[in-house]
Each structure stands twice: as C-alpha cells, then as structure tokens.
C-alpha cells in the first residue's frame, strides 16, 4: 500500500490542489509503518536505442605455440630416454642371466661326467677296492697276459686313448710309477714280477 503525505495546505488552494502529489514526495516508497518512508533507488540514466551490456565470455589461456612445441620435445626426449636405458638393463639382465645359466649347465654337466670310479671298476674287476672318487686294482699273473681283454674295455670307457694299453704292456719294474690321462679321470701304475701290475684310477 502506497501511503500518501498530502502536501501541505497553500492559502487559496483548493482541495483537489492540495491531494495534488509534489514530484519531491512522489520519490518515496511506503515501507509499510505509518510515517516511515524509503527513498527510491534512481534508475540508471540510457539513451532509448542503448542495449543492456553483454557479458563477454572468459576464453581458456593456451602458452605460446613455440612454448608448446619446447614442451613437447623435452617429454619426447624424457620417454626416449627411459625407453632406452629400461632396453640396456633388459638386455644386460638377460646377457648375465644366459650366463649364469651356461655356467651352471657346464659345472652339471661336468658332475655328471664324472665317473664313479669304484663302481666302474668293479663292473670288470670284482676284487677292485676305493670309493666313488677312486679306485684301487691290482692285476696277476693270466690277468697280465690279457690286457687287451680284462683291461682295455675299462680304460675305453673311462676316455683312455688306446695307447695307454700298450704302455702299461711295456712297463718294466724300474720305470716306477707311470700316469696318463682319461676323461675326467686319470691313472697312475707300477710293476713289479712279484706284486704284479698296481693301478690306481681317481677322477677329477
């Protein structure tokens, strides 16, 4: 409800002059109490024909292109870089693993090579003597005379060349002690008329 304070009676006005709203009293605004009024805010002065402001819209802000374009080649080189030195240790880390793996199959089958000498011995010579790293066997009398027979095939698969054979034929007593070199083995002999041809195989 717009409360309206009549101005104040002019000597000789008449009524309808005095209801008359004077352009000071038409600024206020009733606040709803009785006597309290308000100013009224002003209206922002415009020509007709001027258009309410427009918001102009934020656009993103992008570097530079060179600046983008430096950006891009450092992260080129940082992945390069990382491919690369992750490619070097890949290769090395198979190239020590082969390696090793070699030289383990090497040292097995080395161990595997190696003979069990009193159990090769005794397959030829039931009264053989030693342990797995040695063998102890003496030979007498037709034993002797058939080397080729009772001792060869042994020496053959122990990896003695066939000329080992024909030096324990030809060894004399003073000769003393005699060795040659098999497969992962060798054997040391002696001869005596009385005691007869004494060999010892050991493997290595």
Known sequence: MLGVVPASPMKGSTVMQDLMISPQQDQLIDTGYLGT?????????????????VATPQTAWYPPPARR????F????VLVTALVTTTVLWITAQSELSSVNA???VVAASQAEVPEMLAIASEY?????????????VLFGSQ???LDTSLSPMLQKLGFSSA????????????????????????????????????TFESQ
């Open 37 to 53: 009024t308000l100013p009224r805010a002003p209206e922002p002065s415009r020509p007709d024909n001027a258009r309410p402001p």
């Open 69 to 72: 374009k430096v950006g891009i």
């Open 74 to 77: 450092v992260l080129l080189g």
């Open 103 to 105: 030289a383990a199959a």
């Open 125 to 137: 010579f039931p009264n053989a003597t030693g342990d797995s790293g040695s063998a102890h066997v």
């Open 144 to 146: 002797l005379i058939n």
């Open 164 to 199: 080992v054979i024909a030096r324990m034929e030809s060894t004399r007593a003073l000769d003393g002690t005699q060795t040659a070199q098999g497969k992962n083995c060798n054997v040391s002999w002696t001869y005596h008329p009385d005691h007869g041809l004494d060999l």
